[in-house]
């Protein structure tokens, strides 16, 4: 059943964002906190999306994992109604698929060692349309990362990037939807449900 409350707000985020300038420089100082942070730099698998549609970039961001080489770089891709996790070592194994997005090739996908369980993930860079100060998460309605997610091990950190703009005072939730543990705009890293051993430079719920 639709959340009419969701789509509303849902409709408003976006146009929101649409409406931003600056993407670019925005998403740079984001990342840089983002990375900054001790849980990613100890992870040695981590799972990026790649933008779309006016999310916040991490296109630069994971071009230089990939050169830097220091930890296994992860990106997903949609198989039905669930997303795939494939290791990625080089920028030219993406290509445009479902809904536009970058996502590993069928080449690459075929590759078994390459295949990653989301069991096997230290950190997770999920985007949202929304997302409100204790981590609620307002996704584009279709489950992919509450489903994936789900399946995840408790040590797995979860790090909404967003747009200062994005952040709102609360969101509706259902008990499906996963919390995220930060959340990490250009201007704030927020700490919404800290793993044990880590801790914030922003403000905690």
Known sequence: MIDPNKTELRQRAVSVRRKLGDKPQRSRQCLEQACSLESFKTASTVLWY???RGELMTTDAVGQELIANERRCVVPYCDGDELRLVEIQRWDELE???FGILEPA??????????VSIRDVDLVFVPGVAFDRCGGRLGYGKGYYDRLLSQAPERLVRIGLAFDCQVLTALPTQPHDIPMHWIVTESEVLACAPLPGVHSKGEAC
């Open 106 to 115: 069928p080449a690459i996908r075929e590759l078994e060692p390459r295949h």
């Open 96 to 98: 445009t698929g479902a």
């Open 50 to 52: 790649i933008d779309v």
